[in-house]
């Protein structure tokens, strides 16, 4: 058949032709595509017809090319598992909706692909309706999906047992790279136990595989930074130009716990210094329970805020600035020889120093947003009230506490504090409300 222009019926995908046998018009459809994995062609007496099938083949193709990665897996291994047994997909699935077109499978079970609701269950966590969430979370999230998916993509999801889930816990690794420890296997326990609460929502099964798993782990001692070394990072943060937009960051974290990953959303339109009840406001969408909260600003807190307000929260270049600025304190950075940061370290000494202080847990839970429960299972240990007194009586550079509790300048910032008074002891460093009333 000679091509030419004059005689192409269709220009798109698949294009027709027209070209003539014995005097006669025939029509000739060429759907190939290597992209597309399709080589069919078909010739029709008519123009309507040929047209027609061609159509036909392109909204086939469209088909085709809209299913997910998913269904297309889906739609593959089904096709090999019935071919095993000689029957057609197409046969299958004509059966399954004449009974659902009359109401046969009313009553029994869904069954659901686990790789199709686990990819379902990412992307509802990851859209807009959750904006909120952190991006440690939605890494957790994804990270979880994606174990799934690995491990029972291919089964439907009431094929997955307590027993299976807990033998896959029991082969995750810890951080370090070790055997899983306790906190390890809770923690997945809680984020596959989170994934089938989701499934049982959507009416995809009918109960948690992992209600019965239970990986009990005790609360470990928090480590905490060292009052000196608390004192030597705000000192050189405030002594070194450079790190003048650390101060702030440092100050909330040791002197509010604040967490890492609120302290880095935090901005100062959520910090109130003034009037009778300072407070930071921790907005629903930076806090890690997804509820908003406000920390009050103690007095020790509230000297760095007053006299640093004109710097940020967090400067620019900040992940470079405060491993510097670690490892100018002795921490090890960067494979240096050095003490252990621990990531978590300002809030647990802030905590640890609030229970030795005010022995008031209701508070501490308040402030920091979690539960009592939380607050006793991990600050059971109580530190010497003389330490938490030298941790509270911190000041910005050139000021002191003198022993009647007012600030007074100083020439150096090295000088050694003075032992608390016992008015100090009692109402020294309580928020700034409390002070003034």
Same mark, same amino acid.
């Given at each position: 058949?000679?091509?030419?222009?004059?005689?192409? /019926?269709?220009?798109?995908?698949?294009? !027709? &032709?027209?070209?003539?046998?014995?005097?006669?018009?025939?029509?000739?459809?060429?759907?190939?595509?290597?992209?597309?994995?399709?080589?069919?062609?078909?010739?029709?007496?008519?123009?309507?017809?040929?047209?027609?099938?061609?159509?036909?083949?392109?909204? %086939?193709?469209?088909?085709?090319?809209?299913?997910?990665?998913?269904?297309?897996?889906?739609?593959?291994?089904?096709? @090999?598992?019935?071919?095993?047994?000689?029957?057609?997909?197409?046969? !299958?699935?004509?059966?399954?909706?004449?009974?659902?077109?009359?109401?046969?499978?009313?009553?029994?079970?869904?069954?659901?692909?686990?790789s199709?609701?686990v990819?379902?269950?990412?992307n @509802?966590?990851? $859209?807009?309706? #959750?904006?909120?969430?952190?991006?440690?979370?939605?890494?957790?999230?994804? *990270?979880?999906a994606?174990?799934?998916?690995?491990?029972?993509?291919n089964?439907?999801?009431?094929?997955?047992?307590?027993?299976?889930?807990?033998?896959?816990?029991?082969?995750?690794?810890?951080?370090?790279? *070790?055997?899983?420890?306790?906190?390890?296997?809770?923690?997945?326990? !809680?984020?596959?136990?989170a994934? #089938?609460?989701?499934?049982?929502?959507?009416?995809?099964?009918?109960?948690?595989?992992?209600?019965?798993? %239970?990986?009990?782990? &005790?609360?470990?001692?928090?480590?905490?930074?060292?009052?000196?070394?608390?004192?030597?990072?705000?000192?050189?943060?405030?002594?070194?130009?450079?790190?003048?937009?650390?101060?702030?960051?440092?100050a909330?974290?040791?002197?509010?716990?604040?967490?890492?990953?609120?302290?880095?959303?935090?901005?100062?339109?959520?910090?109130?210094?003034?009037?009778?009840?300072?407070?930071?406001? !921790?907005?629903?969408?930076?806090?890690?329970? *997804?509820?908003?909260r406000?920390?009050?600003?103690?007095?020790?807190?509230? %000297?760095?805020?007053?006299?640093?307000?004109?710097?940020?929260? &967090?400067?620019?270049?900040?992940?470079?600035?405060?491993?510097?600025?670690?490892?100018?304190?002795?921490? $090890?950075?960067?494979?240096?020889p050095?003490?252990k940061?621990?990531?978590?370290?300002?809030?647990?000494t802030?905590?640890?120093?609030?229970?030795?202080?005010?022995?008031?847990?209701?508070?501490?839970?308040?402030?920091?947003?979690?539960?009592?429960?939380?607050?006793?299972?991990?600050?059971?240990?109580?530190?010497?009230?003389?330490?938490?007194?030298?941790?509270?009586? /911190?000041?910005?550079?050139?000021?002191?506490?003198?022993?009647?509790?007012?600030?007074?300048?100083?020439?150096?910032?090295?000088?050694?504090?003075?032992k608390?008074s016992k $008015?100090?002891?009692?109402?020294?460093? %309580?928020?700034?409300?409390?002070?003034?009333?």
């Open positions: 058949m000679k091509k030419n222009k004059s005689n192409l /019926i269709r220009a798109t995908f698949p294009k !027709v &032709r027209r070209y003539t046998k014995d005097g006669k018009d025939y029509y000739h459809i060429l759907a190939r595509s290597k992209k597309l994995g399709i080589n069919e062609h078909a010739t029709r007496a008519s123009k309507k017809e040929a047209l027609e099938y061609a159509e036909e083949i392109a909204n %086939r193709v469209a088909l085709g090319e809209s299913m997910t990665k998913d269904e297309q897996r889906l739609f593959i291994h089904y096709r @090999e598992q019935f071919k095993k047994f000689n029957t057609e997909i197409e046969r !299958v699935l004509a059966e399954k909706l004449a009974r659902l077109q009359t109401n046969e499978d009313e009553g029994e079970q869904k069954i659901v692909l686990t199709v609701a990819s379902e269950y990412e @509802e966590k990851v $859209s807009k309706k #959750f904006a909120d969430y952190r991006n440690a979370t939605i890494r957790e999230i994804k *990270g979880t994606k174990a799934i998916r690995e491990q029972w993509g089964l439907p999801l009431f094929r997955i047992k307590e027993s299976a889930i807990e033998r896959f816990i029991e082969t995750r690794k810890s951080k370090n790279g *070790g055997p899983p420890t306790k906190v390890t296997k809770r923690n997945w326990k !809680v984020r596959i136990s994934f #089938f609460n989701w499934c049982i929502s959507k009416n995809y099964c009918e109960a948690n595989p992992t209600a019965r798993l %239970r990986y009990k782990a &005790r609360p470990s001692d928090p480590q905490i930074i060292p009052t000196e070394d608390v004192k030597l990072l705000l000192k050189i943060a405030q002594e070194n130009p450079r790190y003048k937009g650390l101060i702030n960051y440092l909330i974290g040791f002197f509010a716990g604040v967490r890492p990953d609120e302290l880095r959303r935090l901005q100062w339109k959520d910090i109130r210094i003034q009037g009778e009840q300072p407070t930071i406001f !921790v907005p629903a969408a930076i806090a890690k329970v *997804g509820a908003s406000s920390v009050a600003i103690y007095d020790t807190l509230h %000297r760095f805020l007053k006299k640093y307000e004109k710097e940020p929260i &967090r400067g620019k270049n900040f992940n470079k600035l405060f491993e510097e600025l670690r490892m100018k304190a002795g921490y $090890s950075m960067k494979g240096q050095g003490k940061w621990v990531p978590d370290g300002m809030r647990h802030f905590a640890s120093m609030h229970v030795a202080k005010y022995r008031n847990e209701e508070e501490l839970a308040t402030l920091m947003g979690n539960s009592v429960g939380v607050i006793r299972d991990h600050y059971k240990k109580t530190l010497d009230p003389l330490v938490a007194d030298e941790f509270w009586k /911190i000041t910005p550079l050139e000021e002191k506490i003198d022993d009647s509790g007012k600030t007074k300048t100083l020439e150096t910032a090295t000088q050694t504090e003075a608390p $008015s100090e002891e009692t109402n020294g460093n %309580r928020p700034i409300q409390e002070l003034q009333g």
